[in-house]
Structure formats: C-alpha cells, structure tokens
C-alpha cells in the first residue's frame, strides 16, 4: 500500500511539474501581438484551427500571404483554399509546413510562389521562430527546425523554449496575459490584409522601369514620383525615409539591432547562452553585405539557385506527385526585389523539365488590371486588400477553367463555415477604416 501510495505522489508530482513548465513556457513566449512582436509571428498555428479540407493550398513567404486572398476565391468562385506563408520562409519550410499539411488533407492543387529560392541558406533566427514556434511537435518540426537552424542556435532552445525565452519574465506586458490561452487570430485563411494605400511612387520603390523593359506593354507609363528636379532633398528628413523603408520590409525593424551589447538576445532582451552567437552575427553580417551589393545599383549577375532550395523544390515536387496533387509554380508582381531574367529562366527551365504550369504575374499586370498607385499599401512591396482581390480573381478563374477545381458554394456546411470566415473578414476591413478614419494609418492590423 505504502509503495503504490508513493508512486502515486510521484507520477501527480510529475505531472504538475510538466503542467507547470507548460503554463510558464505559455507565459513567457512571445505573443506576436503586433506590439513588441511582429503579427506575423501567429500564422502557422492559425492553420490548426481549420475544419474543413481545402482544394488549394498555397505555400511560401510574403509575396504569397499578403497577395492573395482565399475568401475573395471562396466568394468568387466557391474554391476553398489556405496559404501556409510567414515572412522570410525558405523553401525548406515551405516544404515541411506542406508536408504537415499533407498529412491533414490532400488538396487538389498545391500553388508554391518560388520568389523564396533566391535564399541559399538561413537567414535569421527571428525569422525561423516566427515560423517554427508556432508548428506542433511531429517528426515534421524536428526536420523543420534541423534544416533551419542558423549558426549559434541550439535545437534544445527549440525543443523547451523555456530555456530561450526566460528572460522575458522580466518584461512581461498585458499582452502575455491576454492572448495566453488563445493567441490573436491575425489571418482569413491565412492571408494578411491591408486594406490601406501606399503608392510606389511615394513608397520609395518607384522605378519600375525593369518591368516595363523585361515585360513591355505591362504598365502604360512610368510611374511619376511627383518630385521636381529643382526641389532641395536638404529639406528632407532623411530619418523619415528609412523609418518608412524600415517598417514595410523588416517585421522586426522595432527592434534596434544596432544598439544591442555583444551578445544581446534580440527576442528576450537577455544574454544568450550561446557561444557560438558571434560566429552568427558574423554569417549575418555578410548576408547583409551580400545583400547590398545585390540590390545596389540593379544587375543581373545571373546567379544560380542554391543546391539547398534546388533540393527541397524537387521534394515539394515529388511530395505533390506521389498524392497526386498538382504543383503550380507561380512568381508573385512586386516591385522588389527586382526578378531578374536568369531567375526567370532558371524557373521556367524547371518547369518546362518538369511539365509544371508557371504563372509568371509580371506579366499579367495589364490583365489583372493591378496598379501600384491604388494597389499597395507599402510602395509595391506587397498588394493592399483591392490589389489581392485583383490578383485572387484571376487566379480562381484560372484554377476554375484549367484545373477543374469546383465550386462549393452550394455545399451548406461549407457554405455556413465560410459566411462565418466572410463576416470576420468584413469586421477586419471595417476596424482598418476606422483607424485610418481616426488616426490616418492603421496601427494594430
């Protein structure tokens, strides 16, 4: 009696130390709240908490979720579609996530935006959390997070997260409190919505010169900054220019990395434990070279894909193939960084070896009607709310006419599923108005 009483004391203890370290890992990882955190940080997990299938998926980064909208091709077309997309996701994410995916529902089409193969290897840390923390633990993740670990992180930090975010204790705000149990829901089907207007010409991405030599007859004009030659730059706050730059491309540019210590932790405000942190630092710093030299005065150097994001492409292609899913490769319009005519062929040569349909959307600006002047919301980076519905539109008639996908809007439990999906959107956009009634920018979405 006495040993089955001190097992039993035991295995409770047990249990409330594993309950308790949930609850405290819980409490101190980052909420992605769009505060402290960027959004972007809940969109893997967001895709749990679907509860029907999906006939389309769509994988990759930015160009994919802030591009296109699925409820416009529920709305439109009847299509039922998801986009599993984070800032910055490499090709080798977008595989596992699809892989994850994969082994919920079976699609009919699997659409991958293939702008993420010009990154050889990974880039930050911050970046991999955003996608990674959100995935649940399978055999999956653990691939995940071994694939995409950047020199000086520990795969432990990933497994109890605990250990990388313990320093948040001391900087926890209302937030931790308030999305502890559920985080905030940031995405319809995974689409990030903007519903603002940021024209290129005053975004700072106003050449669009390359389109209009690589693509004639896409845009009628060049778009015209409205600066005049003899106007003083002096008058300008050059501050004001890279705050703006700063905040469409970099999610994490809240966070002043220049004035960290050596060996600050730029997500929890602490000292890493990590020795290897410098070694990191320094692969960023020359990631960081190699990307200004790229994007400095505009050449093609007809760089090829990386063995890396080669490798994982033929793995989507091959994971789609053996379910019977059919792959289509797409290459979203935006502005910057600029596609470059060996990429391109380096696509359309895959593609072509491979029997994929390629959708190239640069050159369908004049058909889908897109305009960076009403079309944006950060310049041309990515499309605002009126540029993804121009672009979902086209998509779903193509997916509808070439592709056989069906329309569902007369299955009622679909049909009451998205209404609900539809409502939620339609209660983001009208907040959106409102901040921009009230402040002239929208600052929580």
């Avoid at 890279?242 to 210590?261: H, N, Q």
């Avoid at 592709?403 to 959106?432: C, F, T």
Wanted: charged share 35%; aromatic share 12%; hydrophobic share 30%.
């Amino acid at each position: 009696m006495k040993l089955i009483k001190n097992l039993f004391v035991f295995i409770l203890s047990a249990a409330v130390l594993v309950a308790s370290l949930a609850l405290l890992t819980r409490l101190v990882q980052p909420k992605y709240d769009g505060g402290e955190f960027p959004l972007e940080g809940n969109f893997t997990s967001e895709y749990y908490d679907e509860t029907t299938d999906h006939d389309v998926l769509m994988i990759g980064d930015c160009e994919v979720y802030e591009n296109f909208d699925p409820i416009t091709l529920w709305k439109e077309y009847g299509i039922t579609s998801y986009i599993r997309g984070n800032a910055q996701q490499l090709t080798w994410q977008s595989y596992y996530l699809l892989e994850e995916a994969l082994e919920r529902e079976t699609p009919k089409v699997v659409i991958y935006n293939v702008q993420a193969l010009t990154h050889k290897r990974p880039e930050k840390e911050e970046y991999n959390r955003m996608t990674l923390d959100g995935m649940k633990w399978s055999k999956t993740k653990w691939d995940a997070v071994r694939a995409s670990m950047c020199k000086g992180e520990r795969f432990i930090d990933y497994l109890f997260p605990l250990l990388r975010y313990h320093s948040r204790f001391t900087s926890l705000g209302e937030e931790d409190i308030t999305y502890f149990m559920t985080p905030r829901k940031v995405t319809c089907n995974g689409y990030y919505m903007r519903i603002d207007t940021l024209p290129a010409s005053e975004g700072g991405f106003d050449d669009t010169e390359w389109i209009q030599t690589l693509y004639p007859g896409q845009i009628a004009e060049p778009v015209d900054n409205g600066k005049n030659e003899d106007e003083d730059d002096s008058e300008k706050d050059p501050a004001d220019e890279d705050k703006s730059f700063g905040e469409i491309d970099d999610p994490w540019a809240d966070i002043d990395l220049e004035s960290l210590e050596e060996g600050d932790d730029v997500i929890n405000g602490g000292a890493l434990e990590d020795e290897g942190d410098a070694e990191a630092d320094e692969t960023e710093a020359d990631d960081a070279e190699d990307t200004e030299e790229d994007e400095s005065p505009i050449k093609d150097e007809g760089e090829k894909f990386g063995d890396r994001p080669m490798k994982y492409l033929e793995m989507i292609r091959t994971l789609c193939e053996s379910k019977g899913i059919k792959l289509i490769l797409i290459k979203a319009p935006s502005l910057s960084p600029r596609w470059f005519d060996s990429q391109e062929e380096q696509v359309v040569g895959y593609a072509e070896e491979h029997n994929l349909p390629y959708i190239n959307f640069y050159k369908l600006i004049k058909e889908t009607g897109i305009d960076y002047e009403t079309d944006t919301y950060d310049g041309g980076l990515h499309m605002n709310y009126n540029g993804a519905t121009k672009l979902s539109k086209w998509l779903g008639k193509e997916l509808k006419e070439k592709y056989g996908i069906n329309d569902h809007r007369a299955d009622k439990k679909l049909a009451g599923v998205y209404r609900e999906k539809v409502e939620w959107q339609q209660k983001i956009i009208d907040a959106q108005k409102a901040e921009l009634d009230l402040y002239g920018e929208i600052k929580n979405y």
